[in-house]
Nanobody, 123 residues
Framework: QAQLVESGGRLVQAGGSLRLSCAASGRTFSRYAMGWFRQAPGKEREFVAAINVIGGITDYADSVKDRFTISRDNAKSTVYLQMNSLKPEDTAVYYC????????????????WGQGTQVTVSS
């Protein structure tokens, strides 16, 4: 079993940058592909980015491609989301999650979730 704790969310102006971190407990972190999702008020949780076990393969939602970068450090059991050129529409609670199996794009395929961290982008 793994526990995930996100951090790094805060209020930032449009055009700014943030780096979110997700620290995992337990010794099984390196077995899981990891993903970031976000959920804005009144909207469904949506895929943001994912990274494979080793860290060599990544994928992004079109809305964040070329602005966000996902990475992981298995020695530290941590996954990161570097967010640049932030826009007001990026405002949401951001969650990290560990994938059990299946497509990386669907939250139901992830087995462990963090509590989320709020990112607010002001215009």
């Amino acid at each position: 079993q793994a526990q995930l704790v996100e951090s790094g969310g805060r209020l930032v102006q449009a055009g700014g940058s943030l780096r979110l971190s997700c620290a995992a407990s337990g010794r099984t972190f390196s077995r899981y592909a990891m993903g970031w999702f976000r959920q804005a008020p009144g909207k469904e949780r949506e895929f943001v980015a994912a990274i494979n076990v080793i860290g060599g393969i990544t994928d992004y939602a079109d809305s964040v491609k070329d602005r966000f970068t996902i990475s992981r450090d298995n020695a530290k059991s941590t996954v990161y989301l570097q967010m640049n050129s932030l826009k007001p529409e990026d405002t949401a609670v951001y969650y990290c999650a560990a994938r059990a199996s299946g497509s990386i794009y669907y939250p139901e395929n992830y087995i462990y979730w963090g509590q989320g961290t709020q990112v607010t982008v002001s215009s």
